[in-house]
């Protein structure tokens, strides 16, 4: 009998040791993932996931089937494997190199900065674009100022235009320099993402006092949720 418990104490030592290490450390939440992660890949089958030529990490592995376990399902039919494995990597990457990435919790990371869709645009390569350009204007500053230097950078980028077309991919934008308010926060949490920056779009349908909608940014920085106007010069 005291065989047996001592078999049991290591193995769930060894599971919560193997956690620890893990994108996702919630053992429930994992095998939930997993097992959504392997009806996604049944239903649109397995041509759709290949990693055969990706050196990924365990845990890159792992993020990359959080991407493909809750993405749209269009995005796992139209995007090659290659796409999202290069999209983690570059995820990675900021956390790595940036001085908040360590800081950010696991729960923000994987869903506010892992995560490349963020309205109905075309995905694109922007995150590999972004962080070339702001790591340097932003690598000695505190997160919460970085923040507002992305965006005073994305300012200077794209000017306000009203428009009814399909939201515009990040790098689109960037080629037109216009967007309206959709754009220009897909745009700016596009940015802030890809310095390892937890961020996401806020939406209204309907304002109370007026027939019209917007849409603006949340960051995070430090503990605590700010929203800004995206692509805007005041802070």
């Keep these: 009998m005291k065989r047996i418990l001592i078999s049991v104490s290591l193995f769930a030592l060894t599971l919560t040791a193997g956690a620890q290490g893990s ?16 009806q996604r890949i049944k239903t649109v089958g397995k041509k759709f996931y290949n990693t055969q030529n990706e ?15 809750y993405m749209p399902l269009a995005d796992v039919t139209d995007y090659p494997t290659s796409f999202f494995a290069d999209n983690v990597r570059l995820s990675y990457k900021a956390r790595n190199e940036m001085s908040w990435g360590k800081n950010v919790p696991e729960l923000l990371f994987r869903h ?15 995150r590999a674009y972004f962080y070339k350009e702001l790591k340097e204007c ?17 300012h200077e980028k794209v000017t306000y235009q009203p428009a009814d077309a399909r ?16 754009e220009q926060s897909t745009f700016a949490v ?24 917007h849409a603006w940014v ?17 802070p």
């Design 23 to 38: 994108f996702i450390t919630d053992i429930q939440y994992r095998a939930g993932m997993e097992s959504l992660f392997n």
């Design 55 to 69: 050196k990924l990490t365990a845990d890159e592995q792992e993020a990359l089937k959080f991407l493909y376990a």
């Design 112 to 126: 506010f900065v892992l995560p490349i869709r963020i309205n109905n645009e075309p995905l694109d390569a922007s």
């Design 138 to 154: 932003i690598k000695n500053l505190s997160m919460h100022d970085a923040i507002l230097e992305i965006n005073h950078w994305c």
């Design 167 to 182: 939201t515009s991919s990040p790098l689109q934008t960037l080629r037109t320099a216009t967007g309206r308010c959709g």
């Design 190 to 213: 596009a940015a802030l993402r890809a310095m390892g920056i937890p961020a996401r779009q806020v939406y209204t349908p309907r304002w109370a006092h007026t027939d019209d909608n």
């Design 218 to 234: 949340e960051a995070w920085a430090d503990g605590k949720w700010y929203f800004l106007g995206a692509c805007e010069p005041e």
